[in-house]
């Protein structure tokens, strides 16, 4: 049985930015060149997740990628004289997401290759600079009604309503 109320829409959540250049150009070009590899490893994370048990009829395995426009924002705290973000917002939903139960260990391994592709396109990390320019941000935003308050991730995101 699932821990979540069936009503409450499995939507998966994620936020990219980047301000810096990476291997693929600027930052439009980045972001623009992630969408595909961005929709393949979640697509396959998904598949790797075990389903809830269900008596239910198969649904056919589907998600649906809406992607925002991209857009741009000034950079909030960090370093000063930053070059401005170029910010895109992906939200991920279908049948097959469906399937699963958001879980704090799922959500984690996914926070783990969304660091890995960002290290793949350059971002360097400094514990020392919060908010720094970066060539690739990806932000877990949330995943369906899943809460987590970890270190590593805290769902939904704890800046999300700004």
């Not at 979640?42 to 649906?64: A, C, G, H, R």
């Not at 932000?139 to 308050?149: R, V």
Request: glycine share 4%; net charge negative.
């Amino acid at each position: 049985m699932s821990s979540l109320n069936s009503s409450i829409p499995c939507t998966l959540a994620v936020a990219l930015g980047a301000n810096l250049p990476s291997s693929e150009g600027p930052p439009a070009s980045t972001l623009i060149k992630i969408r595909p590899i961005l929709e393949k490893l979640i697509y396959e994370w998904v598949k790797s997740l075990p389903e809830e048990e269900n008596e239910e009829k198969k649904t056919e395995d589907t998600l649906f990628w809406n992607w925002s426009p991209l857009f741009e924002t000034e950079p909030v705290g960090g370093p000063p004289n930053q070059p401005p973000f170029i910010n895109a917002v992906l939200l991920v939903e279908g049948e097959q997401l469906k399937k699963v139960t958001p879980s704090e260990p799922a959500a984690l391994n996914l926070l783990d290759r969304f660091l890995y592709l960002e290290k793949e396109f350059g971002r360097k990390r400094n514990s020392s600079t919060r908010w720094g320019p970066r060539s690739l941000d990806i932000d877990f935003l949330w995943w369906g009604a899943l809460h987590i308050k970890k270190d590593a991730l805290i769902l939904p995101h704890p800046r999300l309503i700004e």
